[in-house]
């Protein structure tokens, strides 16, 4: 079995966008395998938004990551070696993980990973590993879709709002995603089949907003915060549902004093819920892991129809992965964002 590993660890917690010296990078021993145990080579680390929540002290729905431990991730990998009953050398799991090429796991927090004819290990773990179902249990349990209503999507290209759009039109939606630049605009109109995009770095939102949806907004599947939240919050129809997935544009808010950042007063946004009658959950896809099975099976059905396409953006270089992972917090992936850790992903 292999004998180190590459890993990153928290150094410190980071202020504002994680920097040089946040997290470090080096080589280590890995522990022997003990019983009940395997090896797992990682061939692939998810990056997510939630990893700057980690990296902090703030409340959270996870305990966050202690200074000086592996800074956590979403992986997948394929077992080199076992001693756990029922684990399998060459079987592929994908989970709850570490930022490393090489991890010693008792398998808690990882499931196996069985991957569709002819999808590759990317594909699979990109949409089935945490996206897919953060978009099929949020649009559908919370956004509650009817045919013929209007759905606006923030982050659109991205992992997650690729799938919600998609499913928004499966249920007879009418589509409307905000993305950063025409070449994501075109990409969810032109490939993935939503009505309209609005490029936020170019155009104004709310007017935007106001021709492509002049009787409201229905359902806003929300992952972004900031003024274009506001845009679309202020637009929303009576009854309107708004699943609340994530705040991404103040994850690196250094500000201590809410009246400093962008948006409404709470007491008007307060006041627009009631008179609107609108529903606003927040929600964690882990509170649907009970019913994770229905979820990769209605997306795998639907990918194998054609009507659930996806982009992946596989970055190099485990040792790249703060760099990669900044491109989030700026808009510079283009859909589900991986880093490749394993030589290749050839026969996985």
Not at 92 to 107: E, I, K, Q
Not at 118 to 136: N, Q, R
Not at 230 to 247: Q, S
Not at 282 to 291: C, E, K, L, N, S
Request: aromatic content about 8%; glycine content about 14%.
């Amino acid at each position: 079995m292999a004998r180190q590993r590459n890993i990153w660890r928290l150094a410190r917690r980071p202020v504002g966008a994680v920097a040089e010296g946040d997290l470090a990078y080096g080589a280590e021993a890995l522990p022997e395998l003990q019983q009940g145990q395997f090896l797992l080579q990682v061939l692939y680390l998810s990056l997510d938004p939630t990893n700057r929540i980690w990296m902090s002290d703030a409340e959270q729905y996870m305990p966050p990551v202690a200074i000086g431990e592996p800074m956590r991730g979403l992986v997948a990998g394929r077992v080199i070696e076992s001693r756990k009953d029922g684990v399998e050398p060459g079987a592929l799991y994908s989970g709850m993980g570490v930022w490393a090429d090489h991890m010693v796991t008792d398998g808690q927090g990882l499931q196996p990973l069985a991957l569709p004819p002819g999808v590759p290990l990317s594909l699979a773990f990109g949409v089935f590993g945490l996206v897919g179902p953060t978009a099929y249990f949020g649009l559908l349990d919370i956004g509650r879709p009817k045919a013929g209503e209007t759905l606006v999507v923030s982050a659109a290209a991205g992992g997650v709002g690729q799938v919600v759009g998609q499913i928004g039109k499966i249920k007879g939606c009418r589509v409307i995603g905000i993305a950063g630049g025409p070449d994501k605009c075109r990409f969810v109109v032109d490939e993935l089949g939503f009505d309209a995009a609005i490029d936020y770095r170019s155009e104004d939102v709310g007017a935007r907003l106001d021709a492509l949806a002049p009787d409201g907004v229905d359902i806003n599947f929300e992952q972004v915060g900031g003024p274009i939240s506001d845009a679309v919050f202020a637009r929303m129809r009576l009854f309107g549902r708004m699943p609340l997935c994530g705040l991404i544009a103040s994850y690196n808010d250094t500000s201590k004093d809410s009246s400093e950042r962008p948006g409404p007063a709470v007491a008007a946004a307060w006041r627009q819920m009631l008179m609107r009658r609108l529903t606003v959950q927040g929600f964690i896809v882990t509170d649907y892991a009970a019913r994770w099975g229905e979820a990769v099976q209605a997306l795998g059905g639907w990918m194998a129809e054609g009507r659930i396409k996806t982009r992946q953006d596989v970055r190099p270089d485990l040792a790249r992965a703060v760099e990669h992972l900044d491109s989030l917090y700026t808009g510079g992936n283009f859909g589900k964002l991986l880093v490749q850790v394993g030589a290749s992903e050839d026969g996985a």
